[in-house]
């Protein structure tokens, strides 16, 4: 596979398998005399790890992160920064049964169909596991974006899972309190009881997250092949098991009216004001200032213990139950992972946009 490397400016290279000795990221274009310390991104790892809940596969590890260069002195120094994270609760034995078979809704078949090997063993490369390397890289961003544009905040939260949304007003401050990241209390509860009977079952179930970026610089993305939404999605869409994006509004566009989509300005005491942010922060691929807002939908884990029909390498029907740990809804831990990746995106950009334009904007307004 030649294509593990996201971002242009600001780009990072992931490596490793789920059952490997070790997985990790490479990061380049990082800028000179940012503070950086293994502490420092330990906490966003310490987010998406498994094991932190009942509602989490039950695999341990403490996804502890290292720095192997870049850095001197607790500050980076322009070169290649190299993560690493040990893999120490690998069980292989449990992917013993499909080393034959394929698991319906993996990526096991198109891995043989394309390459002719794969690694059953946990998926290798296909395995969600890869994200803890994205959350490395993520937080080197935010450490950078803290020096660049202090006010910046990235915040993820699901608002879905399975068929159950959010009831009642959102409260922010409720989401490092229960372990879905969701914005209320009584969700949270009512989530619980939902998703332990699916975890009992052996099933799975998909979810919906939503992540919010305020203080953006407006003027971030170009036209036409360089839009800040265009690589805001692929993003999202390149996280394992995320089927869907949405910007702003997002498919519930295509319901309003010219009325309703467009979001009236004003000219307020710092500059233009927004009545509305249908469009999601981000018109003609360029930020606005406005609050970036992007959802993704998260599919069904497909390891689950109900029996399903596939296939096998030599061609014969079978039926398989996949064991193992697993996520009854990998949706969870893939929260600080869309965070990680917001991060990227909108650092990389920042970085394009200065190199372009220079600091600030060129065209001033009132």
């Known amino acids: 596979m030649s294509m593990n490397t996201f971002g242009r400016l600001f780009r990072f290279t992931t490596w490793g398998e789920s059952h490997g000795p070790a997985l990790g990221a490479t990061v380049d274009g990082c800028p000179p005399g940012v503070a950086v310390s293994e502490e420092m991104l330990q906490v966003w790892l310490d987010k998406r790890k498994p094991g932190t809940s009942k509602f989490t596969t039950q695999r341990r590890e403490a996804d502890q992160v290292e720095i192997l260069s870049g850095t001197f ?67 080197i961003a935010r450490a950078v974006l803290a020096d660049l544009v202090p006010a910046l905040e990235i915040r993820g939260y699901m608002t879905q899972i399975g068929p159950h949304g959010i009831e009642g007003q959102r409260d922010m401050t409720e989401i490092d309190n229960n372990p879905f990241w969701v914005p209320s209390a ?64 997002g498919m519930n566009a295509a319901s309003l009216t010219g009325e309703e989509n467009a979001d009236e300005m004003h000219m307020g005491p710092e500059g233009p004001e927004y009545a509305s942010n249908h469009a999601g922060g981000i018109l003609g691929g360029i930020s606005t200032g406005q609050d970036l807002v992007v959802r993704f939908a998260v599919k069904p884990t497909s390891s689950i213990l109900t029996p399903r029909r596939t296939v096998t390498k030599s061609g014969e ?47 001033k307004i009132g």
């Open 73 to 139: 002195e607790g500050r980076t120094t322009g070169t290649p920064i190299q993560l690493m994270i040990r893999n120490t609760d690998q069980r292989s034995k449990d992917y013993g049964d499909i080393a034959e078979k394929f698991r319906p809704g993996h990526a096991d078949i198109t891995y043989w169909q394309k390459y002719g090997i794969r690694d059953y063993r946990g998926g290798g490369r296909s395995s969600a596991r890869e994200t803890a390397a994205r959350v490395a890289a993520g937080g």
């Open 186 to 249: 009584a969700t949270a509860d009512k989530w619980a009881e939902y998703l332990g009977g699916i975890r009992k079952a052996g099933s799975s179930v998909g979810a919906v997250i939503e992540l919010v970026a305020r203080n953006v610089p407006a003027g971030l993305g170009a036209p036409i092949y360089a839009k800040l939404d265009t690589d805001l999605a692929a993003a999202m869409m390149s996280i394992n098991a995320v089927k869907g994006v949405e910007i702003g509004e």
């Open 317 to 363: 029907d079978a039926d398989l139950i996949t064991k193992g740990r697993h996520d009854p809804c990998v949706g969870i831990r893939a929260v600080p992972v869309g965070e990680a990746m917001m991060a990227c995106v909108i650092l990389d950009h920042l970085l394009l946009h200065r190199g372009q334009v220079g600091e600030g904007l060129r065209g």
